[in-house]
C-alpha cells in the first residue's frame, strides 16, 4: 500500500523536445554582398541557408521557420509568403492567413513533381526563392544610391512580432478567450506556465556599421531579453558593435567566420542546436563584447556622452537646440555641464547644515541642470 | 520522441548492418529515421558531423559538451552507434575519430537538398482533379478501417456487434493472431495494450509485427520499412504512381489498403492515396488530432482530441457517439446511460475489477483516460482527478492482497540468541521476507549465505566441543 502515494505518479518527466521557431533575417543588401562576390556570392549563400533551414525542419517534427530579408529600401517576408494586402498583390499567395505549420501552398510551378525531394522542403525553398526573386526585381537603382546600409531593425521587429504571434496561436490556451487575453495582459506569467515553442532568431548580416538604426534595434533587443528569445548573429562581413551587444544581451551565438565559404559548416554546427540542445553544448559567444552607445542626435558610437535624466537619451555633444532634449523635449541644459566637470564632492561639512544640505548644495559640484555626463 | 517511435527504434536497433546499410540508400528512409527515431542530441551530432569536410576528434566532440551532460552524450551516441549510423574509427595517432557512414551521410544531403535521382519520396501522378478523392472522403474511409480493426478486438469481449458489418480480412486476423494481440477468439493483455494507445502508436505496432512477420511472407524487410518511411514522407490528397514499387511493396499496397493505411480506388489501379495514417506515422502527432474538424463534422467523435471528461466522484461523461469508444470505455466503466452525442458511466470497484480480470491494468486505464482526456480537463495538471487516479490503482492493488514468493523456512532454533543473530545476519544480506519472533521461524529468499554461515557456526561448535 505505500507504493501509492499521489505525489510520486502525477509528476511526469516530459521528455519531449519543444517545438522551435527559428527566425532568419536575412540581410540582403547589395552593397555588402557585392563586397562578399568574391568568396561567397549571395546565390551560394542562400543555397546553403535553404539546405540549414531544411536541417532545421528535419531536426523536429513541428519546427517551424520564417525568413525575413532586410534590404536596403525595405524590410520583408521571404517565408511565410505574406498575405496578398501587401503593397503589391501577389497572385500565388493562396489564402493569405500565415500558416504555422510550414505547409504554406504555394501553387507555383514543379513543386509538386519533384519525387526526390520531401514536400515540406520543397514547399518553404519554393516560396523563399519566389519572394526573392521578388524583391530582386522590386529593387531599383534609385533605391540602392539611397543608402548603403540594410533596414536591421525593421526586419528584426518583423520578426519579434512574427514570434510573439507564433507563441500565442501555439500555446494550448488559445481556445479559451480568457486565457489568451491574460497571455496579452501578462506575457510574463504564461511564458512561465507552458514553454511551449521554443524561439530563436539567426542574423545573417554582411553590412557594417548600424549606429543609425540605434534605437529600433536596441528596442527590439530589449524585446527579445524580455521574452527569452535568443539571438543568434552570423557576421559574414563588417562589424557592428550593435549585433555583438544583440547576442550577448539575449544569450545569443555570435559568430564571425574567418573564411566565410564554409557558411554551410558554420551554420550546421553552431546555430542549428536548437534551445534545448543548447543547454547540453557549449556554444561560441561573442567574447569581448564592445558595450559602447550610439548618441541620438548624429548616431556616432562615442566612449563618453551626455544622458537626459528624464529619458536617459544619449548626446554626444552638449549642443542642443533651444537646450531641449531631442526624444522628450525637456530643458537640458548641457552646457553647464561642459563648463562644470563633475568633481568629488569634498564632505567636510557633514554635521553642519544638516537641514538645508539639499537646497544649499553648490550647483558648480553637482553638474547643473539635469544631465550627467555617461562613462558606457 | 513519443511511445510510437521508441517502438520503432527498438525494431530497428536489432537489426543486423546488413539491413541497415540497404535501408540508408534510400534518402527518405535516411530522413524518416532522422526525423523521428533519433534523440534530439544525435540530431545535433549528426547535423554537426554532415558537411564536415574531414572527420570529427572524439576529443572535441567532447568539448563541444558541456560537462554536466556527458551523460545524455554517451545516451544519443550509442543509439547512433546501434543505428550503425556514425562509426568510431582511430587515426594514425591511435586517437578516436567519429564519422557518418558513408551511405547514410549522402542519402541525408541528397534528402536535404533535394538532389539525386531516388525517386524516394514517392512518384506523383497526374490525374484530371475531379477524379480525386478528397481528404475528407480518404479520413472516414482510414478512420472505417482502422476501427474495423480495433473492433474485432474489442467487441467479442464486451459483446458488442459491429454495426458498420464489416469484417476484416483473413489475413488482418492472422496478423493479430501473430502480434499476440488476439488468441482463442479472445483478445489478450497485449491487445487491450494495443486497443488504449494512441492511434499513432497502434499503427506502429501493428507495422512492427507486420515487419516481424515479414520473413514468413517472403517479402524484404528493407522493401517494407522504405516503403513506410516512404508513406510518411507523402502529401495527404494527392495520389502517387504504383510504377516505381518493388514487387513487395506492391504486394504490400493489398495490407496496408486493408488497415486503411493506404486507399486504392480498385485492386488493380495504378495509384494510391495515402491517408492520414500513412503520412503521420513518421511524426508524432497523433494521426486523428489533426483532423479534429473533419472528424467532429462527421460525428466520429471517437477521433477528436479528447472527448472524457472524468469528475472526482467518478462519473465519467465522454462525448462520443463511435460505438469502438463506447465499447472500450464499458471494459473498465460501468455504463449508465447514451444519448445522441454523449455516453455517462461511472467507474466502481467492480468494473476496475471486471477490467483488471481481463488483464487490463490500471495504469493502461489511466493512460486511455489521460490520452483521451477533454480539452477542458487537459487545462489542469494532471489531467485526471488525483483522488480518481489513487483508487484505480488501490482497486487493482486490492486483488493482490497475497503475494507469492519461493524460498526457505527457517525454524527449529534452540536458543532465542541463536534466531536473533541468524535473524539480524539475514536482514544485513537482505534475503529476509518474514519473520515471527514467537515461533523462532524466518523466511529467506536465497540460502547460499545464510546456509553457509550456519555450516560456520556449527563446525565452529563441532571445534570448540
Known amino acids: 500500500m505505500n507504493a501509492i502515494d499521489a505525489s510520486e505518479h502525477h509528476e511526469r518527466v516530459d521528455e519531449s523536445v519543444p517545438p522551435s521557431l527559428l527566425a532568419i533575417v536575412l540581410d540582403t543588401n547589395p552593397h555588402a554582398w557585392a563586397h562578399l562576390s568574391s568568396t561567397l556570392p549571395l546565390a551560394t549563400a542562400l543555397a546553403n541557408i535553404l539546405v540549414f533551414i531544411n536541417a532545421h525542419l528535419a531536426s523536429g517534427n513541428a519546427n517551424s521557420v520564417a525568413v525575413i530579408a532586410s534590404h536596403s529600401n525595405k524590410s520583408c517576408f521571404l517565408y511565410p509568403t505574406p498575405a496578398p494586402s501587401s503593397p503589391r498583390p501577389q497572385p500565388n499567395a493562396t489564402n493569405g492567413d500565415v500558416d504555422m505549420n510550414g505547409t504554406t501552398e504555394t501553387t507555383s510551378y514543379s513543386v509538386q513533381d519533384n519525387p526526390n525531394k520531401y514536400r515540406p522542403f520543397a514547399n518553404v525553398e519554393t516560396a523563399i526563392l519566389n519572394n526573392f526573386a521578388k524583391l530582386m526585381e522590386g529593387t531599383k537603382e534609385s533605391h540602392l544610391e539611397a543608402t548603403p546600409t540594410t533596414l536591421i531593425g525593421g526586419a528584426l521587429s518583423l520578426a519579434l512580432s512574427f514570434i510573439a504571434k507564433a507563441t500565442l496561436l501555439h500555446s494550448p490556451s488559445t481556445s479559451n478567450s480568457d486565457e489568451a487575453m491574460l497571455a496579452i495582459a501578462d506575457p510574463e506569467a504564461i511564458h512561465t506556465s507552458y514553454v511551449s515553442l521554443a524561439s530563436r532568431i539567426l542574423i545573417v548580416s554582411v553590412s557594417g556599421d548600424l549606429a543609425n538604426q540605434y534605437i529600433p534595434v536596441m528596442n527590439s533587443i530589449f524585446a527579445a531579453q524580455r521574452k527569452r528569445i535568443p539571438i543568434d548573429i552570423l557576421k559574414l562581413a563588417g562589424d557592428t558593435v550593435l549585433l555583438q551587444q544583440a547576442s550577448d544581451a539575449t544569450g545569443g551565438v555570435y559568430m564571425k567566420p574567418e573564411r566565410p565559404e564554409g557558411l554551410l559548416q558554420y551554420l550546421m554546427m553552431a546555430f542549428l542546436p536548437d534551445p534545448t540542445a543548447r543547454k547540453s553544448l557549449v556554444m561560441p559567444s561573442a567574447g569581448g563584447v564592445d558595450f559602447r552607445a550610439a548618441c541620438f542626435c548624429h548616431r556616432k558610437v562615442v566612449d563618453i556622452g551626455y544622458v537626459c535624466s528624464v529619458c536617459l537619451s544619449i548626446f554626444c555633444s552638449h549642443d542642443l537646440p533651444d537646450n531641449l532634449c531631442l526624444t522628450c523635449g525637456s530643458y537640458l541644459s548641457l552646457r553647464a555641464a561642459q563648463s562644470n566637470p563633475p568633481a568629488l564632492i569634498p564632505r567636510k561639512k557633514k554635521k553642519k547644515k544638516r537641514a538645508g544640505a539639499d537646497s544649499a548644495t553648490p550647483g558648480g559640484s553637482t553638474p547643473a541642470g539635469s544631465n550627467t555626463p555617461m562613462h558606457a | ?219 524484404s524487410e528493407t522493401d517494407i520499412l522504405n516503403f513506410l518511411f516512404m508513406l510518411g514522407s507523402l502529401e495527404l490528397g494527392q495520389d502517387y504512381s504504383t510504377a516505381t514499387l518493388s514487387a513487395t511493396q506492391l504486394q504490400m499496397l493489398e495490407d496496408l489498403a486493408e488497415f486503411g493505411i493506404i486507399y486504392r480506388p480498385h485492386k488493380s489501379a495504378s495509384t494510391f492515396y495515402p491517408t492520414r495514417l500513412a503520412v503521420t506515422l513518421t511524426s508524432d502527432a497523433g494521426a486523428f488530432s489533426q483532423a479534429t474538424t473533419t472528424a467532429s463534422s462527421l460525428g466520429g467523435g471517437a477521433t477528436s482530441k479528447g472527448f472524457i471528461i472524468v469528475e472526482t466522484n467518478y462519473r465519467i461523461y465522454a462525448y462520443t457517439n463511435s460505438l469502438l469508444q463506447i465499447a472500450i470505455l464499458s471494459l473498465f466503466t460501468h455504463m449508465r446511460t447514451r444519448f445522441p452525442n454523449l455516453v455517462s458511466g461511472k467507474i466502481t470497484r467492480k468494473s476496475i475489477g471486471k477490467a483488471i480480470s481481463y488483464g487490463i491494468t490500471s495504469a493502461q486505464v489511466i493512460e486511455y483516460l489521460e490520452t483521451h482526456a477533454h480539452p477542458q480537463m487537459q487545462k489542469k495538471k494532471p489531467f485526471l482527478p488525483p483522488t480518481v487516479m489513487d483508487q484505480i490503482r488501490l482497486w487493482e492493488y486490492e486483488r493482490e492482497r497475497m503475494e507469492t514468493s519461493q524460498g526457505f523456512l527457517m525454524k527449529g532454533f534452540g536458543k532465542v540468541e541463536d534466531y536473533k543473530e541468524y535473524v539480524q545476519y539475514a536482514k544485513d544480506t537482505g534475503v529476509l521476507v518474514w519473520q515471527n519472533d514467537k515461533l523462532r521461524m524466518f523466511f529467506i529468499d536465497s540460502i547460499e549465505q545464510v546456509g553457509a554461515k550456519i555450516k560456520r557456526d556449527m563446525q565452529r561448535a563441532a571445534a570448540r566441543a
Open chain 2, 1 to 219: 520522441m513519443s511511445a510510437s517511435s521508441f517502438q520503432a527504434l527498438d525494431y530497428l536497433e536489432q537489426l543486423p548492418v546488413q539491413t541497415h546499410r540497404k535501408l540508408y540508400e534510400q534518402p527518405s528512409t535516411v530522413l524518416a529515421i532522422f526525423r523521428c527515431m533519433l534523440p534530439h542530441l544525435a540530431k545535433s551530432i549528426v547535423m554537426a558531423l554532415l558537411y564536415m569536410p574531414s572527420s570529427f576528434p572524439a576529443a572535441d566532440l567532447d568539448a563541444w559538451f558541456r560537462a554536466e551532460s556527458s551523460q545524455t552524450k554517451r545516451n544519443a551516441l550509442s543509439i547512433l552507434e546501434k543505428l550503425h549510423i556514425i562509426v568510431s574509427k582511430q587515426d594514425d595517432e591511435r586517437k578516436p575519430h567519429y564519422e557518418l557512414y558513408m551511405s547514410f551521410a549522402s542519402s541525408l544531403r541528397q534528402a536535404l537538398e533535394g538532389s539525386g535521382s531516388h525517386r524516394s519520396f514517392g512518384v506523383p501522378s497526374h490525374k484530371s482533379e475531379e477524379r480525386r478523392v478528397s481528404v475528407e472522403f480518404l479520413d472516414k474511409y482510414s478512420q472505417r478501417q482502422w476501427e474495423n480493426i480495433l473492433f474485432y478486438l474489442v467487441g467479442g469481449t464486451v459483446g458488442f456487434r459491429n454495426p458498420g458489418g464489416q469484417d476484416i480480412g483473413q489475413g488482418t486476423k492472422n496478423l493479430l493472431h501473430l502480434a499476440g494481440f488476439y488468441n482463442h477468439s479472445r483478445i489478450t493483455q497485449d491487445g487491450f495494450t494495443f486497443v488504449l494507445r494512441d492511434t499513432n502508436a497502434q499503427v506502429w505496432s501493428l507495422l512492427v509485427a507486420y515487419l516481424r512477420n515479414a520473413p514468413q511472407q517472403r517479402m
